[in-house]
């Protein structure tokens, strides 16, 4: 909710043995009409001029905001349940997307922070361009998460399917902070399918609309940043993002169309959306989504959005415990009996029902003050969905990373993690 940022080390990332890589990778998950078999691939970088010999059908220096960086994406047809191995740009990367209906395992962070120091020279120039707005704060962070969190997605990247990313992502007006912070990341986890929504800080740096500065994002950043195969892009998958709204004059937010997808992977289906809009405007995509779900049900269905109450630029009544209650009512949503919803926005992270979670505090010192990550698996026991809360504060993170790697699997490693949910379908 409110901007606070917490030290990242660099160095840190050395006891790891995962090394990053600058070869920023977007996987994502397709809008579901576009069909199952298919990912969307895209690469960030200082490039607009170049396909990479025809690769990519989409080529462009991104708009309105995060201007300095460019944007290259294509959906991509795959063998489901084999890898799919590309070469772009020189780089070798294997994607995979589990069969229908499988089980399938990921792990869920919400509203990350980052601040970076460090001896690198290359950071200090970066972040020697940072506006003053998105460094103040750093005083008041707590807990080093920024440093603990790459190193456990490095070492967890090659046991699960995809992750999540559940709004506030790095609370960053030009760009700058998280492109450091996926630098820190390996192959393996960019290679894996990105599922994220958009956040309060996502649109306004300072929390919310009358906060707003012209500078600020709107959106503008996250949408092509991230790459999401979103509701813009369901009659053209080449351009699939809609600048029709540009942020000035009036700071006005980007299309709504550019925050709402849903999408499978194995047997969980999931609804993304954006509270900043009235229940009108997405009224239509909602029936949508969940009519597409009565028809073909995934054995779990969650609805994913940021706030979890209404304020600091959510429209009425359009937080996600509000929708949640709605969409139950709804045929193909509130009829499936695996039907969950999870969200951040409140730095906790906290169960509040069998489903329901809270899952926004990946750095932030105050509110509930546990800092961590959730792990969920669909694939472990027959039927079952299993949800692990872990804390990463105090040396808590450095005994996960170990764990994983000397028993081989965050699975062994659940006496570390507190057990949110162990429930066998009955259906």
Not at 11 to 28: I, M, N, Y
Not at 70 to 80: E, I, P, Q, R
Not at 158 to 167: A, M, R, S, V
Not at 176 to 192: C, R, Y
Request: aromatic content about 14%; overall charge neutral.
């Amino acid at each position: 909710m409110l901007l606070w940022l917490f030290a990242f080390s660099l160095c840190a990332l050395g006891d790891t043995g995962a090394t990053g890589t600058k070869f920023d990778l977007r996987v994502s998950l397709p809008y579901a009409t576009h069909g199952y078999a298919k990912l969307r691939l895209s690469k960030i970088d200082r490039n607009p001029n170049t396909t990479y010999g025809g690769f990519f059908s989409y080529n462009k220096q991104m708009q309105h905001r995060w201007t300095n960086m460019s944007l290259h994406s294509v959906l991509k047809d795959v063998t489901v349940g084999s890898p799919n191995t590309f070469k772009v740009d020189g780089t070798t990367f294997s994607v995979a997307l589990p069969k229908k209906g499988t089980g399938v395992s990921t792990v869920i962070f919400g509203d990350p922070c980052a601040w970076f120091t460090g001896d690198s020279a290359d950071v200090a120039a970066r972040m020697a361009t940072i506006d003053h707005d998105s460094l103040v704060g750093n005083i008041a962070c707590q807990g080093d998460v920024g440093q603990k969190l790459p190193p456990i997605l490095n070492q967890v990247a090659t046991e699960i399917d995809y992750w999540n990313i559940l709004g506030d992502n790095f609370y960053d007006r030009y760009g700058g902070m998280t492109e450091v912070f996926f630098d820190q990341l390996n192959l393996a986890i960019k290679s894996k399918p990105l599922v994220t929504v958009i956040g309060n800080h996502d649109y306004w740096l300072w929390g919310g609309p009358k906060d707003a500065y012209k500078h600020d994002s709107f959106g503008n950043g996250f949408m092509q940043y991230y790459a999401q195969d979103v509701l813009a892009g369901k009659h053209d998958t080449v351009n699939f993002l809609n600048y029709s709204i540009a942020p000035q004059p009036g700071n006005k937010i980007a299309s709504h169309t550019n925050f709402l997808s849903y999408k499978q992977i194995g047997d969980i289906g999931m609804i993304g959306y954006s509270c900043a809009y009235d229940w009108a405007t997405l009224e239509g995509f909602f029936t949508e989504a969940c009519s597409y779900f009565e028809t073909d049900p995934p054995k779990w269905l969650f609805l994913m959005g940021h706030w979890n109450q209404e304020n600091l630029g959510a429209a009425p009544n359009m937080d996600v415990p509000k929708v949640f209650e709605k969409l139950k009512t709804f045929k193909g949503c509130g009829t499936n009996k695996g039907f969950k919803s999870m969200y951040g926005h409140t730095h906790c992270n906290k169960k509040i029902s069998d489903d329901s979670f809270m899952i926004g505090n990946t750095g932030y010192p105050t509110d509930c003050g546990n800092q961590g990550f959730v792990y969920m698996s669909s694939k472990l026991y027959t039927n079952t969905l299993t949800v692990v809360k872990f804390d990463v504060t105090g040396d808590n993170s450095k005994k996960l990373v170990q764990c994983m790697q000397s028993k081989g699997s965050i699975n062994r490693c659940f006496s570390l993690g507190d057990m949110w949910l162990n429930s066998t379908a009955t259906w």
